[in-house]
């Protein structure tokens, strides 16, 4: 072989080498260029995951608290109308417990109630009071009754009240107890 061809083995040989070289590098340099791809995508993936779970729990935290601020509004709504209409219905009982209070009904009430709490006392000593504004009905009450009825100092709308102080026992069919039970009643419904 003369010195050219030689020179063109080497020559060729050197290059041959320098290209499988130069790919063996560029093919390292893009498996490193790859992974680093690869690992920055994953970290931005991650972090546009985390970002993306802490918003979507804002959103769910900020819709719940609008939502239990909804819920509140509107029972408060619920609730004032609800007094509202408790009030109302309970001034109409009201106007329809005076109208009874001047009936003939309500002395026959008061009659049964006087005769029942001296029954319960059984002979023993028993003071019945009736309500102030029911003064014009003692004596009518009394002649019924065969009791002597005492005029109460406090005003209790109606009906009456009896104690047997041997027994410290109060009976209370008094028209104000047997209204705000009733409206304790109606507001828990």
Same mark, same amino acid.
């Given at each position: 072989?003369?010195?050219?061809?030689?020179?063109?083995?080497?020559?060729?040989? *050197?290059?041959?080498?320098?290209?499988?070289?130069?790919?063996?590098?560029?093919?390292?340099?893009?498996?490193?260029?790859?992974?680093?791809?690869?690992?920055?995508?994953?970290?931005?993936?991650?972090?546009?995951?985390?970002?993306?779970?802490?918003?979507?729990?804002?959103?769910?935290?900020?819709?719940?608290?609008?939502? $239990?601020? #909804?819920?509140?509004?509107?029972?408060?709504? *619920?609730?004032?109308?609800?007094?509202?209409?408790? #009030?109302?219905?309970?001034?109409?009982?009201?106007?329809?417990?005076?109208?009874?209070?001047?009936?003939?009904?309500?002395?026959?009430?008061?009659?049964?109630?006087?005769?029942?709490?001296?029954? &319960?006392?059984?002979?023993?000593?028993?003071?019945?009071?009736?309500?102030?504004?029911?003064?014009?009905?003692? $004596? *009518?009450?009394?002649?019924? /009754?065969?009791?002597?009825?005492?005029?109460?100092?406090?005003? &209790?709308?109606?009906?009456?009240?009896? *104690?047997?102080?041997?027994? /410290?026992?109060?009976?209370?069919? $008094? &028209?104000?107890?047997?209204? $705000?039970?009733?409206?304790? /009643? &109606?507001?828990?419904?």
């Amino acid at each position: 072989m003369d010195p050219n061809e030689k020179l063109d083995n080497f020559y060729t040989a *050197v290059i041959d080498s320098a290209t499988a070289q130069s790919i063996e590098i560029i093919e390292d340099y893009k498996k490193t260029l790859q992974k680093i791809y690869n690992e920055r995508k994953q970290a931005a993936q991650k972090k546009a995951q985390n970002t993306y779970q802490i918003e979507t729990d804002n959103i769910i935290r900020e819709k719940n608290r609008r939502l $239990s601020g #909804d819920i509140l509004e509107s029972k408060r709504k *619920v609730l004032e109308k609800t007094s509202l209409l408790t #009030d109302k219905i309970f001034k109409d009982v009201r106007k329809k417990l005076d109208a009874y209070m001047k009936s003939p009904a309500y002395v026959k009430y008061l009659s049964n109630k006087i005769a029942e709490a001296y029954e &319960f006392a059984r002979g023993e000593e028993i003071i019945i009071y009736i309500n102030p504004s029911d003064e014009a009905l003692k $004596s *009518v009450l009394e002649k019924i /009754t065969g009791v002597n009825l005492t005029i109460s100092n406090r005003d &209790f709308m109606g009906g009456i009240r009896a *104690v047997i102080p041997s027994r /410290t026992i109060l009976i209370d069919h $008094s &028209f104000t107890t047997k209204l $705000s039970e009733q409206k304790e /009643t &109606f507001r828990l419904h």
